[in-house]
């Protein structure tokens, strides 16, 4: 039911309940209503329990209720309606007329969309008009009659997907739209295509039973194929049948004819594959499909066997033919891109810049290539292909001046992490660097250090830096995985493209430096004043047992290991407070978060992964019993945070799930 209100509504006519669901109404149990209120305790384990943390937007929000009175055991009678009321019911009731109306007539129209010579119009019709004053509208819609008869113009089924035209209603023009079984559409266009043919041409007859094929001739002398010209051949035929309607065509003997048809999707590294078969082979079993785009080219009868069909000059273009692809780019400096270039998709990167040069008016070092909407991720390997960079016809590319970035070089951006600040400040954009993957973590860190002192005059000691993968997107902010100083970058990143590294000052050496090392972060929870403490860093190996896990978690926060418990906060985004603390008691303690394992690891049992926030208490301390205005505070901070989040740029994802009503205008008389 996500994405609108709806509402429960108990009769007071047959004390049954029932779901208002836009213009559905049904009658439901009240079970049903009670699971409106948060539904059982435990919610499962796994992604239930994760999408367990937005129930909010699934439970009842408003509750409103009738006093238990005589008067209010009865529907209100009509008089005693206030005169306010009856106009705006009145006023609805007529839009709601209005607008029956308006369907009923909208109803009646049939929606075309007619292609001619490429273009596309729409054109609505009642479903009582003729057919062949349809075809008249549909010619008038292009301007088509000025210059010709309306006996030369036809009008007929079309397939857009595919560019198949279909049935031509001849001999039908007098019967309306309706019987002719056009019907009416809300959503969608039914296609139709606009034929053209001089006035000594007769029209082909359209035949169910026929298949279309569009056939290039190659022209030796140009070394090119000519425009398709579309052959009809019954689908019960066979080659030898086609084949004779091609000579008849285009006048090449059936003995001198030779067929290529374009590899399909699935066979990505080939050009075309010749159809060698038997004139007697139905066409049925060679799996054409309609329409069917076939290249003919004219070989000497003892050519057709022999020659490899890569030496083919028809192969070779058609090859030209597939690898030519047309890219988009723009000019240093301006956001369209209204530039085009024609190449192979085959060309290397590094001569594709050469052909950029000239027209940018600068050198391969003075300007970047990038490709992708949203990430611009850079094209930086010379020696690949477009086609390996995954450029393809009709991509865009954005140039921009400045150095490019030498193979095994990446753009990463630094972020700083302080955990001293609130949640809406904890994270701070830095700057870009450019480092080779290559480069050792703890030699990265040193030219951060450096940088860091320089550029923003913050001081972080090197062997104190904490490195992590950082997914920084408009719904959510995650840390991942620390980086150990003896790896390289290359193998320390998990995230993809855009790169991002969080920068953290742990006051300490590094202790993460195995590659089963999490980080996760901690905080105490106090039942005795019901109060939280700031979040912590933790470090744990994600082998370690529940014991060794309370363990360290009693050593950090001066706990007895017997007594400690530890919970794991179900945050889809790992870092957001998006649990309510009064909902801290009752959580799930100590509990696994997955039952089906044998291994009691923080890893395995409780799904520990980096950036997770774990709860800790003191078993033995005595929950504190809130007051009303306690509770009330508890929850006023709560929404303060929350707002505080909404309205804060480095939170805008929070804004998404804020609901926005608006004011209800009430009226009493």
């Keep these: 039911m996500g994405g609108h209100y709806y509402a429960y509504i108990k009769s007071f006519d047959n004390n049954k309940w029932y779901e208002f669901n836009d213009s559905s109404v049904t009658e439901i149990t009240l079970s049903e209503v009670k699971k409106a209120f948060g539904g059982d305790e435990d919610v499962g384990t796994g992604y239930s329990r994760v999408y367990s943390s937005f129930r909010s937007n699934a439970n009842a929000y408003m509750l409103m209720y009738r006093r238990i009175d005589p008067r209010n055991l009865k529907n209100l009678p009509t008089e005693s309606i206030p005169e306010s009321v009856k106009k705006v019911l009145s006023d609805e009731d007529g839009q709601a007329k209005q607008k029956k109306a308006q369907e009923e007539q909208e109803r009646d129209m049939i929606k075309l969309k007619i292609h001619y010579e490429g273009q596309e119009k729409p054109l609505t019709i009642h479903k009582y008009t003729q057919f062949k004053d349809t075809t008249k509208a549909a010619a008038d819609l292009f301007g088509l009659l000025t210059t010709n008869d309306i006996k030369d113009v036809r009008l007929r089924a079309y397939t857009v997907y595919n560019e198949l035209p279909g049935e031509t209603y001849q001999g039908r023009e007098e019967l309306t739209m309706d019987q002719l079984h056009f019907f009416y559409s809300y959503y969608s266009y039914k296609s139709m295509l606009l034929e053209i043919k001089k006035p000594e041409e007769t029209f082909t007859d359209w035949?169910?039973?026929?298949?279309?094929?569009?056939?290039?001739?190659?022209?030796?002398?140009k070394n090119a194929f000519d425009p398709a010209l579309s052959i009809y051949v019954s689908k019960n035929g066979t080659f030898g049948d086609f084949k004779a309607e091609v000579e008849k065509q285009l006048g090449i003997p059936v003995a001198e004819q030779r067929y290529f048809k374009e590899a399909s999707a699935w066979q990505p590294s080939a050009v075309a594959n010749e159809i060698e078969a038997s004139d007697d082979t139905d066409l049925t079993r060679l799996h054409f499909s309609e329409p069917e785009k076939l290249y003919v080219e004219r070989a000497e009868p003892t050519e057709s066997a022999a020659p490899s069909p890569f030496k083919s000059p028809a192969f070779l273009a058609i090859a030209r033919i597939r690898n030519t692809i047309e890219v988009k780019f723009n000019l240093p400096g301006k956001e369209e891109a209204d530039q085009k270039i024609t190449v192979d998709k085959n060309i290397l990167l590094r001569d594709f810049k050469k052909l950029l040069e000239p027209i940018l008016g600068l050198t391969g070092e003075e300007f970047k290539i990038k490709r992708g909407?949203?990430?611009?991720m850079e094209l930086v390997t010379e020696e690949d292909s477009l086609a390996d960079l995954h450029v393809k016809d009709q991509s865009q590319l954005i140039i921009e001046k400045g150095r490019p970035l030498k193979e095994g070089e990446t753009v990463y951006t630094l972020n700083l992490v302080d955990l001293t600040k609130s949640d809406t400040q904890t994270f701070g954009d830095l700057f870009d660097i450019t480092l080779h993957e290559q480069r050792l973590v703890s030699d990265v860190k040193k030219e951060i250090a450096q940088r860091l002192q320089a550029e923003k005059s913050i001081t972080i000691n090197p062997e104190h830096m904490r490195l992590r993968d950082f997914s920084n997107t408009t719904y959510s902010r995650k840390l991942g995985k620390i980086f150990p100083d003896a790896q390289t970058l290359k193998k320390a990143m998990q995230s993809t493209y855009p790169k991002n590294i969080a920068v953290q000052d742990i006051g300490e050496p590094e202790p993460a430096q195995d590659e089963g090392d999490l980080g996760i972060f901690v905080q105490l929870f106090k039942p005795s004043t019901f109060e939280l403490g700031p979040r912590l860093d933790f470090t744990i190996h994600e082998d370690s047992s529940s014991a060794q896990v309370k363990e360290k978690l009693a050593k950090k926060f001066g706990i007895d290991p017997a007594n400690v418990g530890f919970v794991k906060v179900d945050s889809f985004y790992n870092w957001t407070d998006d649990f309510d603390l009064l909902d801290v008691p009752t959580m799930h303690w100590n509990k696994p978060t997955v039952h089906y394992t044998t291994k009691d690891t923080i890893g395995d049992a409780f799904m520990a992964r980096n950036g997770n926030l774990f709860l800790v208490r003191d078993e033995t301390e005595t929950l504190k019993e809130l007051s009303k205005e306690e509770k009330d505070a508890i929850?006023?901070?709560?929404?303060?945070?929350?707002?505080?989040?909404?309205?804060?740029?480095?939170?805008?994802?929070?804004?998404?799930?804020?609901?926005?009503?608006?004011?209800?205008?009430?009226?009493?008389?």
Aim: aromatic share 12%; glycine share 0%; charged share 30%.
């Design 373 to 376: 909407v949203h990430s611009h």
């Design 207 to 221: 035949n169910p039973y026929d298949m279309l094929f569009r056939i290039h001739k190659f022209d030796a002398e």
């Design 635 to 669: 929850v006023k901070e709560a929404n303060k945070k929350k707002h505080a989040a909404s309205s804060s740029s480095t939170n805008s994802y929070t804004s998404f799930w804020n609901r926005k009503e608006k004011a209800l205008k009430i009226q009493a008389e």
